[in-house]
């Protein structure tokens, strides 16, 4: 299935993406300089205040041509959606699904803030055990959670 040189366990990451939304902009972006005025733009003649020009029609397309959105990592796990009151087209499954998630909200506003004030109270008794494990539990952990379920 793979050369001999890929590992069967770790084949390499393939990924697919269309490039044609690129090749659009790319396309506007050429057409764009090939219709500015070159000679009227830099007839003065002096070579900083050409370059500033250029580089600020080039910036200008750029930003103008290159998509942005702004990325934000949800405080929600990625498992909780609310496709269930969108399947079901029920208000009050809506309603319940917010109230829950308000609620789920506030908890953990609660506990947060909770242990945050043992951290302090357990500092200022001087025992920095639980400001460390708090620290070590904020850290990105790639294992997988062990199994509490018995046989």
């Known amino acids: ?55 600020n029609i080039l910036y200008f397309l750029i930003k103008k041509c290159t998509p942005t959105y ?27 699904f917010t109230a829950l998630r308000t609620q789920c909200k506030s908890l953990r506003a609660n506990d947060y803030s909770d242990c945050l004030y043992n951290i302090q109270k357990s500092i200022k008794y001087y025992n920095p055990k639980l400001f460390w494990k708090f620290l070590n539990d904020k850290k990105p952990n790639n294992t997988f959670p062990k199994n509490n379920a018995t046989p």
Do not use: G
């Open 1 to 55: 299935m793979f050369p001999d040189f890929f590992d069967s366990h770790h084949p390499p990451l393939e990924i697919q993406f269309s490039v044609e939304s690129v090749i659009k902009l790319f396309k506007y972006i050429i057409n764009a300089l090939r219709n500015i005025q070159w000679t009227e733009l830099f007839n003065n003649n002096e070579i900083n205040t050409n370059t500033e020009i250029f580089y």
């Open 70 to 96: 702004v990325s934000y990592k949800s405080s929600f796990p990625s498992w909780l959606t609310h496709s269930y009151c969108k399947q079901s087209h029920s208000a009050n499954d809506y309603l319940r």
